[in-house]
Structure formats: C-alpha cells, structure tokens
C-alpha cells in the first residue's frame, strides 16, 4: 500500500511518535495522507477503528473520505471508524453528554434562519442589516469562545455592547427551547470539557488518535477542541496548507497552525512537494498567483504531469454573452476529448452567478449539480416536513412548533399563537407545554382550544410511535394525516407543487435508504429511528447539503465549496476586479484572502483551466464597466491565451469562443 506514495508521504504516514503537521501545498496529497493514515493505523499500528476519528471541513469532504478509506480497506471491519466534520463530531459528543449540560439528548438543531428569527424577537426589530450583523456578531464570539459575560466585558462600542446583551437573551431562549445552534455544536463540547473533567477523560480515551484535514481553516474554538481532545499525549496529525486559508470571514484563523509550532513543541512538520493533480502551466499560474501574497511558511510545489495546455481567459461582453460561451467551449471540449460531464467544474466567487449559468445548460439539456448553493435542505417543503421531525424530537423547540403548527393550516390562528406565546413567555415554559395549562385554556374559546389540543396530541402519538416504528413508516403515516400532498396542490401552480411532492418523496426515500452520510462510518440510516434522523437532517442541513445523485454531471460550484476536490477542467468565472477580488474586500483591505481563493480555484484544475470575466455587468438595475481580475495579469504571460480581446491579433483566438468550431461539429452531427 504504502509503494504509492512518496517518501514524505510515506513518512507522514508511518509517524507515530507525537503531534504531526503536514504542511503542502495545493494537490500534493494531504487528503490521500489522511486516508492511507488511516489504513495504516488500522492495519500495521494497531489502533481499533473506533479510537480513530477523521474531522474534514465539508460533509461532501466527509462522505469522500468515506468511500477512499472504504476502498482501501475492503474486508476489514472498520465499523465505530469516526469520519465526520468538526460539526458532527460536536453532535456526536453533545448528543453523548447533554445531560450534564442540562439538555436532553434529543436537542434541536435551530438553522440560521430560526435563530434569525429569535434574534427579530429579542431585539424586537425587522431591520435585517441590525439582524444580520447581530448574527454575525454573535457567531463571531462563540468561534472565539467567547461567552456573553466575556463579550460584555470586552465590548468597547454601544452597538458591541448591545449586541452582548442580546447574545445573553439568545443563550437563554435557546435553552429554553431546548435548542442549539450551529456553532454551540463546536462551543458547548468545548464548555463541557472544560467544566466536566471526567467527560474529557472519557472522550480522550475514546478517541486515541485524530486526523484533521483543510487544518488551515479550524477557528479558535475548533482548535481548543482539538487540543482538549489529545491532550497532554498529542497523537495527531494536521495536514493543512496557509495559501488555501479561506474562511477568515467566519472566524478560521492561520494563525492557529503558527500555534501550533508554539503549543507542541514536539511538533514534527513534513512538506510535500510534488503536485498530483495538474499540469505545469496551471501550476506555475498557481504559484506565480500567490506569491504575490506574504508567506507564512516557505513551501515549493512541482508537477511531471506535462507542461499541458494553455490557460485560456475570456474576455465576455456579458453575463450572458460569458454564459454562453462556457456552455459552447464545454461542450466542444467534451465532444473533441470525448470526456464526461463530470469531468468539468463551473466556479464562481458568489452564489448568485449560478443562476444564469442553470439556465444555460437547462436550454443546452447539459446536466449539472450545484453545490455550495440553496441546499436541498433549504426548500420549504422539506422544511416544513423537518419542523414536524423536531417537534416530535423535541417538543420544546418552539420554532419548528410555530412553523409546524401552521402548515398546512389547522385551525391554529395567529391569535391564538399569541395568546400562548405570552402565556408561555410569563410562565418560562415552551409553546408546546402552555398549551396544556389550564390557565392557558381558559384565555381562549373551545374551537380553538380543541384545534391546538388536537395538534398537540398528535404529536404526542408520533412521539410514541417515532421510538418504536420505522422512520419512513411514521413520516408517512404523517405525510397522509396532515394532507400534505394535497396542501400543496391547493397552494400551488399544479408544475410547482408536483416537483415540491416530488422532493418530499425523494426526502422519504431517502431517510429509509441505507448506507447515506452518517457521523460514523458504517453507521447506517436504517438502523437508526425518527430521533436520532432528525438531528442528522439538521446537521446536513445546514453544511452543504447532498446533491441530486445525477452520476454523470457538470459541477456548478461557488470557490469555497470547491476546496479540497479536483476537476479534469474547470472554467472559472467572473473574473473580474469587484467579484474575485470582491468589492467588499478591495475596500477592507483583504485582498490577500481573495488571493488565496484564486489559488483554491486554480489548483481544482487536472487539465484545463478557462478563466472568463465580462466587460460589462448589470449592478443594481445598471450596467457597469468592469476591469479584468488583478489576479488574471499575476499569471505567467506565456501560460495565456486571450480570446475575445480586439487587441489580439493571433486569428484562432479572436474566433469567438469556440462558437465556430461548435458549428462545425454541429455540421458534422448533422451529416451523420
Ligand atoms: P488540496 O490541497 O487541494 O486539498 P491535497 O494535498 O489534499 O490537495 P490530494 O487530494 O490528497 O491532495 O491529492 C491530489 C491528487 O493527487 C489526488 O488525485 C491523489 O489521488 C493524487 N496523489 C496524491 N499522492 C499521490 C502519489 N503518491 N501517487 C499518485 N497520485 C497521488
Ligand atoms: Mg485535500
């Protein structure tokens, strides 16, 4: 196993002696360390696979990891292996303990928009900019691991100081309702290790070695976890590269490898130099980019995979002059490699410029997954069903109570949401149990007592029922008494609410089918009832989410969500000074992340690189000039080649976008 790697590799795999670094560049096969690591420990060193535990950045990281490590080790047993997000792996350890820290193990996940929702109500606002920013805010300090009375105590301006004021009211509800949000999943373990000695010990012993990829991107609080966790024995590795820190604006902080050096001072750091993945042009555009960015650590990356093809930049009129034109170069490339769709990657700085691209490759019947976007999660009626999973979770969570007990309409008015709402505010009680008190029941009239009453009950039942039953049985079950089906066809156009059942039932079958993402490796869905599902749903809802299971498709993929992956050809879009760099960073002074975001989406590239930007751009209702990315003249000139510039003189490339040689083998198709 071991003849397929390179020496550095084959050390960073067999080092067992303490705290490892492995610090490399872009395609230099940190991943394929971490995977060959854990086969290795499995195998050779010892380890039972449930002492091990993999952390990677995304779920989509995850579920790769999964399927490599499968592979590598068919036959062996590797059940109880944990392969998981620093996310799930937080669930996992809350899930475990809630009770010490007063919760009960079936906690809700409150996505971002819930606890958006709770923040309109403390703050008793509907400006969202005040909302957002609050948000921000409150996030920011938890990644920290700051704690409210911490966020007092420091703030320093009347809107800090507000906003600490507020984030101890939220802490609060939260409880209230039972209820965690995403980053408490990395903050809470955290607090429960530092108060509750024996859980860390517990956990320590369980967990003897870590793995943890895209290392460069852990935040303050990810990083105390990871120190409690291998405490004074250190046995991990980190692979990580600095010029592919991208998540500073979520708090993630570079820094935290420099610690690393300081805080283990037995540290031992391995470089990888040889690139597996591209070719030496795409490299040396890699390279030659980010070097104009200052270095933390001193790294060389080489490549013997062929100098390959030029990197082509376009120059678009348009949005959709630029959207075309990748669909047209794409598809041409396609027929002339004789490649599939699945080879290409389509990415861009912002989630927004994917829209006109799906439409594009829907009129070219191209198909394509979009990750990194709206997550399926995300859709009402997916929503909808999940709020009915936590309720039955959790009867505290009043936010899938409010959410639940409205959809479809059952009798259930505002007013009386109202009346309970305060009744159960007075009374510091959720939503759920107000609605069994008789001071409560004597505020409003029968009919509507009886509406909620039934409500409630029902939910009372499947929480019977959600213990003992297949989930799938009781989400259907579900699905029929509340007429969901026929909720959408009264409140939607007939296409509309088809492709919402649609979803509803791919959902469903989902939740019943085997061998999907879980926080364990071969922990599968099956095996598993309607409570310990909804806190995964949760989860997956808010990383990336999964995607449609289209086998053969180009990938449509913001910059962030791409890290770690690789593509054979990948076009690049919007490549233009106000999108990558983004306006909000040439005015903050961050160019050097926007920088390192090129370098992420240059290194996706195995073959072939197309980076297209437009001359003009709509911004608000006008159409705006727009200058080529600072990033496209760091490139090597010689690497280049331009298309669509008047000032090209090379007649092959002023043809314009591949469009002629696509209407050559549109002829040729046709004469066939
Ligand atoms: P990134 O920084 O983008 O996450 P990485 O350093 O994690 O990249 P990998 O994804 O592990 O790199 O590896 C890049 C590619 O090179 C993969 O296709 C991997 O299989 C291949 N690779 C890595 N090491 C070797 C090797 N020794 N021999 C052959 N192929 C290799
Ligand atoms: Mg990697």
Not at 19 to 38: D, E, F, H
Not at 45 to 54: L, N, Q, R, V
Not at 130 to 135: E, G, H, P, S
Not at 153 to 176: C, G, M, N, P
Request: charged share 25%.
């Amino acid at each position: 196993m071991l003849n397929s790697m390179n020496a550095p590799q084959r050390e960073a795999v067999k080092y067992l002696d303490g705290p490892l670094l492995v610090l490399a560049g872009a395609g230099s096969g940190k991943t394929r360390v971490i995977t060959q690591k854990i086969s290795y420990l499995i195998n050779e060193a010892g380890y039972a696979p449930k002492e091990i535990a993999a952390i990677t950045f995304t779920n989509k990281a995850a579920l790769e990891m999964q399927e490599r490590v499968g592979k590598l080790m068919q036959g062996t047993n590797i059940k109880g292996l944990t392969i998981a997000t620093f996310h799930s792996l937080g669930l996992q350890m809350l899930r475990a303990e809630a009770s010490l820290l007063g919760y009960k193990p079936q906690f809700s996940i409150l996505d971002s928009s819930d606890s958006f929702k709770i923040l309109a109500d403390v703050l008793a606002t509907t400006d969202k900019q005040l909302l957002r920013k609050t948000q921000w805010q409150i996030s920011s300090w938890k990644n920290a691991f700051i704690n409210p009375d911490q966020a007092k105590a420091q703030a320093d301006e009347e809107l800090t100081h507000a906003a600490a004021r507020v984030y101890q009211i939220y802490q609060q509800t939260l409880k209230a309702y039972q209820a965690v949000d995403f980053d408490d999943l990395i903050k809470l373990p955290v607090e429960l290790f530092e108060q509750h000695e024996e859980a860390l010990n517990k956990w320590q012993r369980k967990l003897q070695y870590l793995l943890i990829d895209e290392y460069q991107d852990t935040n303050a609080c990810q990083y105390k976890l990871v120190k409690m966790l291998t405490g004074l024995r250190g046995q991990f590795t980190a692979v990580g590269d600095d010029d592919q820190a991208i998540y500073g604006w979520r708090g993630a902080d570079v820094e935290n490898l420099r610690q690393l050096t300081t805080d283990f001072s037995k540290l031992k750091v391995i470089k990888l130099e040889q690139n597996y993945r591209s070719t030496v042009r795409i490299l040396r555009a890699a390279n030659q980019v980010i070097s104009n960015n200052p270095k933390l650590f001193e790294k060389k990356l080489w490549s013997e995979l062929g100098t390959g093809d030029l990197i082509q930049v376009t120059a678009a009129m348009s949005e959709e002059h630029e959207a075309e034109s990748v669909v047209m170069k794409l598809q041409a490339h396609k027929f002339e490699h004789r490649t599939f769709y699945k080879d290409y990657a389509i990415l861009y700085r912002g989630n927004h410029q994917a829209r006109i691209l799906e439409q594009h490759l829907r009129n070219h019947k191209i198909p394509y997954t979009v990750s990194g976007g709206q997550s399926f999660f995300d859709k009402a009626e997916i929503k909808d069903l999940i709020s009915y999973l936590r309720l039955i979770a959790n009867e505290d969570d009043d936010p899938a109570f409010i959410r639940a007990a409205t959809t479809p309409k059952k009798g259930i008015g505002n007013t009386t949401l109202e009346r309970l709402g305060e009744y159960a505010s007075a009374h510091k009680i959720s939503l759920f149990a107000a609605a069994f008190e008789g001071g409560f029941q004597s505020e409003i009239g029968n009919k509507q007592l009886e509406d909620l009453l039934n409500f409630c009950q029902y939910i009372n039942k499947l929480q019977t029922r959600a213990v003992r039953d297949p989930a799938n049985e009781v989400l259907n079950d579900l699905l029929s008494s509340i007429h969901y089906e026929a909720f959408l066809y009264d409140s939607e156009e007939p296409r509309a609410a088809e492709v919402k059942w649609a979803n509803v039932l791919d959902f469903t079958g989902w939740l019943s089918k085997k061998g999907e993402p879980s926080t364990e490796y071969g922990n599968e869905k099956e095996g598993k009832n309607l409570l310990e599902l909804t806190q995964m749903v949760s989860l997956m809802s808010m990383l990336e989410g999964r995607e449609n299971g289209e086998p053969d498709a180009v990938k449509l993929s913001t910059l962030h969500a791409s890290k770690g992956l690789e593509f054979g050809h990948v076009f690049l879009i919007g490549a233009e000074e106000g999108i990558l760099p983004h306006r909000e960073s040439i005015d903050n002074d961050k160019i050097e992340e926007e920088r390192r975001l090129m370098y992420v989406g240059i290194t996706r590239a195995q073959k072939s690189l197309n980076i297209s930007w437009c001359k003009k751009r709509k911004r608000a209702g006008e159409m705006e000039m727009c200058e080529p990315s600072r990033f496209i003249a760091e490139i090597p000139k010689d690497d280049l080649r331009h298309f669509g510039n008047p000032f090209n003189k090379d007649p092959e490339a002023s043809k314009d976008f591949g469009k002629s040689k696509m209407a050559n083998i549109r002829a040729m198709l046709n004469k066939q």
